[in-house]
């Protein structure tokens, strides 16, 4: 989802005023809700109070918490590429992309944000086994991230920073389960040392 600012105008209890609301605020801190409780754990009454809205405004905005689901998804994907695409512009190898991609994923998988774990991660077994277009969307989501590492391998072999005899398939394969696996692991506490030792190792596919 565009980081934009959507009006959902909503009748108050007594007054006809309209109500506004900041989808993308809101979307955040259901986010939040997902990622702690999961999505069968969520209810939709923790969902709208953690957004700060009436369950009015939230049915007509997404209609149900599998909307509101789908909208997070959507908007976490697009705030997470947003950031990688920020750490990727400020290399020029493709070794070195290579290893800020990884940093990257090693950098959210500890402290607070690694313990709430990663929403594609995490909805690859919460929900995408028993609904079709949340799967479409999980699946969508890796093959991105590994058509990417590919694609960063590639460079490195183009412009000499990485072996041209890499087969590139099987090794953006391996390191997509590395930093997928990264943000499992972070579930459980580890240190920023820790995973920045488990990135360094992961850039010895490419050696």
Known sequence: MNATTLDRQEKTRGR?????????????????VFSERGYNAASISELTEAMGLAAGSVYKAFGDKRGIFLAVFDRYRA??????????????????????????FASSSHGQIGRQGCLVVGSAGDLALFDEEAAARVAAAFT???TLLADLIRLGQSDGSISADLDVSAVALALLCLT??????????????????????????VT
Do not use: C, H, W
């Open 16 to 32: 006809g005023r309209p109500r506004e609301f900041d989808a993308d605020a809101a979307l955040d801190a259901a986010l939040r």
């Open 79 to 104: 705030v997470r590429r947003g950031l990688l695409d920020a750490r990727l512009a400020g290399v020029e190898t493709g070794r070195d992309k290579l290893n800020a991609l990884i940093t990257f």
């Open 144 to 146: 991105a991230d590994e």
């Open 180 to 205: 997928k696996g990264m943000r499992v692991i972070g579930k459980t506490g580890r240190s920023g040392e820790q995973m920045a030792t488990a990135a360094e190792a992961a850039m010895k596919l």
